[in-house]
């Protein structure tokens, strides 16, 4: 139980366009999902939460009019990466929390 | 602003020996969870903590809380290649939350 999924897996874009990313709760309903970015070698960054039905909170320093975050129903999160630069390249780890939080299995993004 | 640090960030180890990283934090918290990565994969949860002198363990890793002292420790025993991984310790940001805070990792290397 407990399994969240993530699509695409991996994606290439390029640089100015935009890149949406889902993040579903497979097997439960989820109150909560965050989203995560990783650079190599480096933790994971929290970017923001986001609650079915309400605007997603960000982080210090996280831009929300560039990290787009929907979620629209107890099982579906998606994150949109508008504009993207090649600086965005990242794995973008989703989670969705019922009493603790599962991961997904992240999705590389390359901007190009 | 709750902060948790891991140390070391980097070990390297022979198989069959034993070693322990250390997750201190700054702030009371209720939960401490410990994860392994693998390279270019997400979270795989090994251990959730709840209470002072909690200790789970699995296979060769054994984890404990003492939350008087605010430290968790991961003891590796006899430690095998397939170990090799980065570990991850991440404390629950505030009372009734999902949050999680992270600390940098401990990128583990196992030498046979």
């Not at chain 1, 079915?52 to 996280?62: C, L």
């Not at chain 1, 993207?84 to 019922?98: G, Q």
């Not at chain 2, 390279?39 to 909690?54: H, I, R």
């Not at chain 2, 789970?56 to 939350?67: I, N």
Request: aromatic residues 10%; contains cysteine.
């Amino acid at each position: 139980g407990a399994v969240v999924s993530q699509h695409p897996s991996w994606v290439i874009c390029k640089s100015g366009t935009s890149v949406k990313i889902e993040c579903r709760s497979l097997d439960f309903q989820a109150t909560t999902m965050f989203w995560y970015r990783q650079f190599p070698k480096q933790s994971l960054m929290l970017m923001a939460t986001s609650n079915e039905g309400s605007k997603a909170t960000y982080e210090q320093g996280v831009e929300k009019d560039k990290f787009l975050i929907n979620h629209a129903s107890l099982t579906l999160s998606t994150l949109t990466v508008t504009s993207a630069h090649p600086e965005d390249s990242s794995f973008y780890i989703c989670s969705a929390s019922i009493h603790e939080q599962y991961f997904g299995p992240g999705t590389r993004l390359t901007v190009t | 602003e709750l902060k948790v640090e891991q140390n070391p960030l980097f070990l390297s180890m022979q198989e069959g020996k034993n070693y322990t990283i250390y997750c201190n934090y700054s702030t009371t918290s209720d939960r401490l969870y410990w994860y392994r990565q693998d390279p270019g994969k997400s979270l795989e949860s090994l251990f959730v903590l709840l209470s002072n002198g909690a200790v789970k363990q699995e296979g060769r890793l054994m984890a404990s809380l003492d939350t008087k002292a605010r430290l968790s420790t991961l003891h590796i025993t006899a430690a095998v290649h397939d170990l090799s991984a980065t570990y991850f310790c991440a404390v629950v940001t505030g009372a009734g939350s999902y949050q999680l805070t992270f600390g940098k990792g401990t990128k583990l290397s196992v030498i046979p």
